[in-house]
């Protein structure tokens, strides 16, 4: 399959500070792959440079073979490659339903693809009813989407932290990407709301979505995964599918230190490859 997402030899200084190193990987169309590591490791400034918040030091990344150097992260979302963030902001007086109509507006007033003319445009045009109407089916079927229908005409700050992120989910699916970037999508999710979640990106993929995710949820992370890349200290130490990685004896020394229960679990793996 061809690469939609290429990151190609990045890597990023804060000063004398190496946050990221030399990190080159692709991601082929349809695919859905993690980017794991421990705490600190560099995943969501990897996230930051794909989708223009943060300017790379060296390398770039590529985006359907379009180079994202200089884009803003508007530019990048009209693209087709939109994302979640690790917190998600909801306006906790207003429904559910207000949350997404809320952004939806915003995104239709920056020209984001699949809303229609912007709210002032139609307006003046006579079209505002129509327009509005568009804008409220889509929000009705987004919300259907994620699994808060119910919940639609509930005060967001009422929501569970997981399902706030849910409503984070929604308005990166309204501008109808390509590729979607989810930033620790389960923090704060119960072992329920996961398997619900998990359900979800399997859902988005069908649709024709390619995933990325950032996330400390390994058995998620192993469970959902096409392929896993993970870094420490901001260097690419493995790339492979979950059975793989979870004896690479790299990926557990990351993740462990250089402990009896490492060491044996390394010791375990090579025995395991040599047999």
């Known amino acids: 399959m061809s690469a939609i997402l290429s990151v190609e030899h990045v890597g990023v200084r804060f000063g004398g500070l190496v946050a990221i190193a030399d990190l080159h990987f692709d991601v082929a169309q349809g695919e859905i792959v993690s980017l794991i590591g421990p705490n600190g490791a560099g995943k969501t400034t990897a996230f930051n440079v794909m989708t223009g918040f943060l300017k790379p030091s060296q390398g770039e990344v590529r985006f359907r073979g379009t180079s994202l150097k200089g884009l803003q992260p508007h530019e990048i979302t009209r693209l087709g490659l939109a994302r979640t963030f690790q917190r998600t902001s909801v306006f906790p007086d207003d429904t559910v339903f207000d ?3 809320i952004g939806l507006h915003r995104q239709g007033a920056a020209g984001a693809p699949g809303i229609g003319r912007a709210p002032v445009l139609d307006a003046l045009l006579g079209r505002a009813g129509a327009s509005e109407r568009r804008l409220r089916e889509r929000a009705e079927a987004l919300l259907d989407w994620v699994g808060l229908s119910a919940r639609a005409q509930e005060k967001a700050g009422s ?11 929604a308005l990166a699916l309204a501008t109808e990407p390509a590729m979607l970037l989810l930033d620790e999508p389960v923090s704060g999710m119960n072992a329920s709301e996961t398997r619900v979640f998990v359900r979800l990106i399997r859902q988005i993929r069908e649709r024709g979505v390619t995933l990325l995710l950032v996330e400390h949820d390994m058995p998620m992370v192993m469970e959902v995964s096409d392929r896993i890349v993970v870094l420490n200290y901001g260097r690419l130490i493995a790339e492979g599918p979950p059975d793989r990685i979870r004896t690479d004896p790299a990926v557990i020394e990351a993740y462990l230190g250089q402990g009896s229960a490492a060491r044996r679990a390394a010791a375990e793996a090579q025995e395991a490859a040599h047999a």
């Open 159 to 169: 929501l569970a932290y997981g399902e706030q992120r849910l409503v984070g989910v």
């Open 99 to 101: 949350n997404v109509m």
